[in-house]
Each structure stands twice: as C-alpha cells, then as structure tokens.
Antibody
Framework: QVQLQQWGAGLLKPSETLSLTCAVY????????WSWIRQPPGKGLEWIGE???????NYNPSLKSRVNVSVDTSKNQFSLKLSAVTAADTAAYYC???????????????????WGQGTTVTVSS | SSELTQDPAVSVALGQTVRITCQGD??????ASWYQQKPRQAPVLVIY???NRPSGIPDRFSGSSSGNTASLTIAGAQAEDEADYYC?????????????FGGGTKVTVL
C-alpha cells in the first residue's frame, strides 16, 4: 500500500522560501504525477504544481513565477519550493499522487488517490 | 484558464438523497473525480472515472456526467457523510496542462 509522508518548516517569515519534501513508500514512482496542493484556512483546495518521474513539471499559472517542484528518484522523494512567501501563502500543504488515464477515444479521468498527511505552514513576521 | 464550478453548500435530511454538481469545460473530455474532506483531514477520493468507487467507499456514493456537468449523489445520507466535497479534473487543452479543483460544496446532514 502506497503511503506519502511529508515534512518541512511550519513557520516562515515574509520573503522567505517555503520548502517541503514528500517521500513515497511502498509503490512505484514512475507512471504517476506527483503533486502539491494547498488549502488556506477556511478555503478550498488549490493545486500548486506537479512533477513526473522523469522531472517534467507543470505549474499553476498563478504561482508559476515563485514555484519549483523537483524530484529525487534515488530516494523516491519530491519537493516543493515556494519563494518570497507572504501571509497569503499561509495554508495546509498536501502532497499527492496523481494518475491520468485514457478511458475512451477522447475521454480521460484524473485522480489523486494517495495523499500525504498535510503540513500546516504559517507565514508571519 | 479552465474552472470548475460547484454550489457552495447543500443540506440533506438524514437518510435522504443529495446531489452535488460540478460544471466546467474540461468535463467535456474528463470524467470528474470527487473528494470528501472532513475537518483537519486530507481529502479522500470517493468517486472517479464514469462511476467507480475506490475500495472502502460505501455504495451510497455514485457519480454521473453529461456534457460539461458532473454530479455526485449520496443516496441515504449518513451523519458521517457531513463534509466538504470537491470535484477535480485535469485541463490539457492548452500548451500547459494543469489540475483544477472546484470551489467545494459543504454538505450538512440534518
């Protein structure tokens, strides 16, 4: 059974860089997208970005200028860096495994079926 | 960029049926996935593909879709179904694929 375990600093000052890592246990690293998602207090889910095993990335256009997602396949880990944080970046951050499947000629589904436990990140001076 | 639109909140009497909808252009070529999130917990996948449930999800949860609208139905809602529900898909229509979530629907079981 695949499990994701994440860690990183929970308290940052404005302008610092958020850094989180997610380790994948018990399953293959290839063939999936590995995502970061966040959720500000009392608000909905926001996708931040993803990476696959070969290092190909996609980012949320609204965060792209500040985000970097990287992968270390030797450790089955992937990481998030978000630069120049402000109070608006205060949120619970989750890592998740994504799978994209074609089910019909022009129809697909995309799922995030395994999630990390979440890390609360607070940005405050 | 593509968006997914959900009603913010809905209520249902214990044991009754409730349907949550999600609209967006990406749903014309992606089946929506649905996630349940309870307070201070990570989201849990409850429905995906045309109408599939992961292991352990009760069969009172079902999904359907038509055009650009997907629906999640809870038949015979239980107290433990009170949660936030999010739809999700991928948007691969442009040069930069990305993942999108609906704004979430808060389900209250009365």
């Amino acid at each position: 059974q695949v499990q994701l375990q994440q860690w990183g600093a929970g308290l940052l000052k404005p302008s610092e860089t958020l850094s989180l890592t997610c380790a994948v246990y018990g399953g293959s690293f290839s063939g999936y997208y590995w995502s970061w998602i966040r959720q500000p207090p009392g608000k909905g889910l926001e996708w931040i970005g993803e990476i696959n095993h070969s290092g190909s990335t996609n980012y949320n256009p609204s965060l792209k200028s500040r985000v970097n997602v990287s992968v270390d396949t030797s450790k089955n880990q992937f990481s998030l860096k978000l630069s120049a944080v402000t109070a608006a970046d205060t949120a619970a951050y989750y890592c998740a495994r994504g799978e994209n499947q074609r089910v019909l000629k022009n129809y697909y589904y995309y799922i995030m079926d395994v999630w990390g436990q979440g890390t609360t990140v607070t940005v405050s001076s | 960029s593509s968006e997914l639109t959900q009603d913010p909140a809905v209520s249902v009497a214990l044991g009754q049926t409730v349907r949550i909808t999600c609209q967006g252009d990406s749903l014309r070529y992606y089946y929506a996935s649905w996630y349940q999130q309870k307070p201070r917990q990570a989201p849990v996948l409850v429905i995906y593909d045309k109408n599939n449930r992961p292991s352990g999800i009760p069969d009172r949860f079902s999904g359907s879709s038509s055009g650009n609208t997907a629906s999640l139905t809870i038949a015979g809602a239980q107290a433990e179904d009170e949660a936030d529900y999010y739809c999700n898909s991928r948007d691969s229509s442009g040069n930069h694929p990305h993942v999108i979530f609906g704004g979430g629907t808060k389900v209250t079981v009365l």
